[in-house]
């Protein structure tokens, strides 16, 4: 599993140990049935939702192009999250190989940005929606609607293999028990035994300038609808207008809130054991919600 130091920087960690939620063989049985329930249901929803769009003409609007390729990154989030822990549990085996560990990072924190950046482009194409109904069709066509989400996916994709290239250049030479059920960051550089100064740096200054601007976008946004809902004469008018806005805020709130709380904290009060907890709730819960919220509450999705 491990080797001795011969030189400096260099990985001799072969595996990860991933500790999971619990130790318990009970538990751990009751967990698989959970998340396992949890992620058909998530994969199925949006895969319905998905297929809605893309065989309904109606539905091929620049706002059910984002909530499509949204219900894609919760599949892939989930995919690459939750499917390590069911096979763990199943195989009795809580391993993980290093290059699959740090794939799986990858992927990880590459489905995190996307959701950011098209919430973000989201809470944009309600603005125009409401405040700007007339020139709605000009402003948000095919054309920009198609290159604000291209831009998403190969931002992150292109932006966070920094972080995976400077995870990749730290020693793990001692400890390789990770406190989670899938390869996440902070949990990482929890176990190095190298200066991960740069590190946390780079996650707390890059990560929270994205977010910044993903929130910043959303707020004005939203500012702006509930100052324009607000002028509104027509009582129904508003109803629709809250009621087109409510489910995207739900997600909102759901994502960020678990997102900020997990990583962008004093590294003193990182608590592993609690926070991947929380996980679950941005890795899992949240990814299965969205296709219900988007649909339930939306009168042409139903």
Request: glycine share 4%; aromatic share 10%; with cysteine.
């Amino acid at each position: 599993m491990m080797g001795k130091m011969d030189t400096e920087n260099q990985t001799y960690v072969k595996y990860f140990i991933l500790l999971g939620l619990s130790d318990s063989h009970e538990v751990q049985t009751a967990l698989f049935a959970l998340f396992l329930t949890l992620y058909l249901v998530g994969l199925l929803s949006n895969i319905t939702i998905m297929a809605a769009i893309v065989g309904d003409p109606q539905l091929h609007t620049p706002m059910y192009l984002m909530v499509g390729n949204l219900s894609l990154v919760d599949m892939c989030l989930m995919t690459v999250t939750v499917s390590q822990m069911l096979v763990n549990i199943i195989s009795q085996s809580r391993t993980i190989p290093f290059s699959h560990c740090m794939v799986q990072l990858y992927f990880f924190i590459a489905m995190v940005c996307i959701d950011s950046l098209l919430l973000s482009t989201m809470a944009y194409d309600r603005y125009v929606a409401i405040c700007k109904p007339l020139h709605y069709f000009m402003v948000m066509d095919k054309k920009f609607c198609s290159q604000l989400v291209a831009g998403s996916w190969v931002a992150s994709l292109l932006n966070y293999l920094l972080h995976s290239m400077m995870i990749t250049r730290l020693s793990f030479c001692k400890f390789n028990l990770i406190q989670n059920f899938f390869c996440d960051i902070l949990p990482l550089l929890k176990l190095s035994c190298s200066d991960t100064s740069i590190n946390e740096l780079l996650l707390l200054t890059e990560g929270l300038c994205i977010t910044v601007v993903c929130i910043l976008c959303i707020v004005i946004s939203y500012g702006l609808i509930i100052s324009t809902i607000l002028r509104m004469h027509s009582i129904e008018g508003r109803r629709k207008a809250f009621s087109t806005c409510s489910s995207h805020l739900m997600v909102v709130t759901l994502y960020y809130g678990t997102i900020l709380f997990t990583y962008f904290r004093p590294s003193s009060r990182y608590s592993l054991k609690k926070d991947k907890v929380v996980s679950v709730l941005y890795t899992i819960t949240a990814p299965m919600l969205n296709p219900f919220i988007y649909s339930l509450r939306n009168d042409q999705m139903k």
